[in-house]
T-cell receptor, first 110, second 111 residues
Framework: GENVEQHPSTLSVQEGDSAVIKCTYS??????FPWYKQELGKRPQLIID?????GEKKDQRIAVTLNKTAKHFSLHITETQPEDSAVYFC?????????FGSGTKLNVKP | NAGVTQTPKFQVLKTGQSMTLQCAQD?????MYWYRQDPGMGLRLIYY???????DKGEVPNGYNVSRLNKREFSLRLESAAPSQTSVYFC??????????FGQGTRLTVV
């Protein structure tokens, strides 16, 4: 299977600052990288994704980057708001199976 | 449009009891998944189904069985529950060309 590592496990930022979450994957055949946000007691929800033929994708305040050579991908959140507080998961998709990182708990302080 | 629906939402089992978690999706997706979520360990794949009648083991399949009854439904069975199976279980589905959509989860406690 695939091995996905995610850092940091917790991240605390001041409202308005930027937050960056980083992931690495092990199998170069992985070709699709979604990111999920999970609020306490709720289901994970897809917030943004990137395919292996793209290096960067942006959607309003969030962006993802992918470095296939290094097998790294990252989530960038700008101008953070208290409602961004949640657990974020990265995932790598290998042969249509989603393998998840261990999660980052983001706390945005007002 | 309900998306992915799981039942039950909560369950308490005694060690050795059996139960089946039900999942249904109405998005006409081919792929369906069962994950378990434990603190600090993210979501780990238990079983995957690419289409009706096919299933494949994931990262943590021991102690579980699955059935892909038809395109809509994918059930997870615990034959003899153990305390180590205490977890939150999520069913998900995907078209195969985009991300997975998750059900609301089942919180299972085995005592």
């Amino acid at each position: 299977g695939e091995n996905v590592e995610q850092h940091p496990s917790t991240l605390s930022v001041q409202e308005g600052d930027s937050a960056v979450i980083k992931c690495t994957y092990s199998d170069s055949a992985s070709n699709y990288f979604p990111w999920y946000k999970q609020e306490l007691g709720k289901r994970p929800q897809l917030i943004i994704d990137i395919r292996s033929n793209v290096g960067e994708k942006k959607d309003q305040r969030i962006a993802v980057t992918l470095n296939k050579t290094a097998k790294h991908f990252s989530l960038h959140i700008t101008e953070t708001q208290p409602e961004d507080s949640a657990v974020y998961f990265c995932a790598a998709t290998l042969f249509n199976k989603f393998y998840f990182g261990s999660g980052t708990k983001l706390n945005v302080k007002p | 449009n309900a998306g992915v629906t799981q039942t039950p939402k909560f369950q308490v089992l005694k060690t050795g009891q059996s139960m089946t978690l039900q999942c249904a999706q109405d998005m006409n997706h081919n792929s369906m998944y069962w994950y378990r979520q434990d603190p600090g360990m993210g979501l780990r794949l238990i079983y995957y189904s690419a289409s009706e009648g096919t299933t494949d083991k994931g990262e943590v399949p021991n102690g579980y069985n699955v059935s892909r009854l038809n395109k809509r439904e994918f059930s997870l069975r615990l034959e003899s529950a153990a305390p180590s199976q205490t977890s939150v279980y999520f069913c998900a589905s995907s078209s195969g060309t985009a991300g997975a959509f998750f059900g609301q989860g089942t919180r299972l406690t085995v005592v």
